[in-house]
């Protein structure tokens, strides 16, 4: 499995429907994770962390699955604003030199 | 605006030169991080310092990159004999380590181009 794996897309998706990610990852030990959006040619930003079970913000719901080992990020009531790349973050092993590792991302494109 | 800034935004070099980036974080952070990021890509971890101290480097960061955060507020990233193959967006980050989270906030980033 790779360490970070997310499902590039691009999603496209109706306004006001839902949509659903998954990022799946290796490293069994991560005790935290972060969703991050990425507008074109922009920086990352922060959109929802996630340290146990799961996390809601408003039309945002992030959720955790340890034992398959697997984070998704649930938009509900989609707005054309939401269009973007998200990327998913984990940390990465121990001893590794890979001290956070970054999913590609997923592009999730909202159609008028 | 108190969040990450970086400096110059965009940067276009002949290959062979040396180029170096600044960052400064959000003051109160002790932690920052240097990443690089091409197109269709997620950001690579290059390196990390907590407060002036260099914890870790990637593989990525071969020896024409040198990193340092003298004083443990701003950093600069030197990239020596540049390579076409530098080309990226170079991406600084800082947190401020509480427990075991380290949330992290971006800069917009230093676009270098090199011809």
């Known amino acids: 499995r790779k360490e970070v794996e997310q499902d590039p897309g691009p999603f496209n998706v109706p306004e006001g429907a839902t949509v659903a990610f998954n990022c799946t990852y290796s490293n069994s030990a991560s005790q935290s994770f972060f969703w991050y959006r990425q507008d074109c040619r922009k920086e990352p930003k922060l959109l929802m962390s996630v340290y146990s079970s799961g996390n809601e913000d408003g039309r945002f719901t992030a959720q955790l699955n340890r034992a398959s080992q697997y984070i998704s990020l649930l938009i509900r009531d989609s707005k054309l604003s939401d269009s973007a790349t998200y990327l998913c973050v984990v940390p990465g092993p121990e001893n590794r030199d890979d001290k956070i590792i970054f999913g590609k991302g997923t592009r999730l494109h909202i159609l008028p | 605006d108190t969040g990450v800034s970086q400096d110059p935004r965009h940067k276009i070099t002949k290959r062979g030169q040396n180029v170096t980036f600044r960052c400064d974080p959000i003051?109160?952070?002790?932690?920052l991080y240097w990443y690089r990021q091409t197109l269709g890509q997620g950001p690579e971890f290059l390196t990390y310092?907590?407060?002036?101290?260099?914890?870790?480097k990637s593989r990525l960061l071969s020896d024409r990159f040198s990193a340092e955060r003298p004083k443990g507020s701003f950093s600069t990233l030197e990239i020596q004999r540049t390579e076409q193959g530098d080309s990226a967006m170079y991406l600084c980050a800082s947190s401020l380590l509480r427990g075991f989270t380290d949330t992290q906030y971006f800069g917009p980033g230093t676009r270098l181009t090199v011809l």
């Open positions: 003051s109160e952070h002790n932690r």
């Open positions: 310092f907590q407060n002036e101290a260099q914890l870790e």
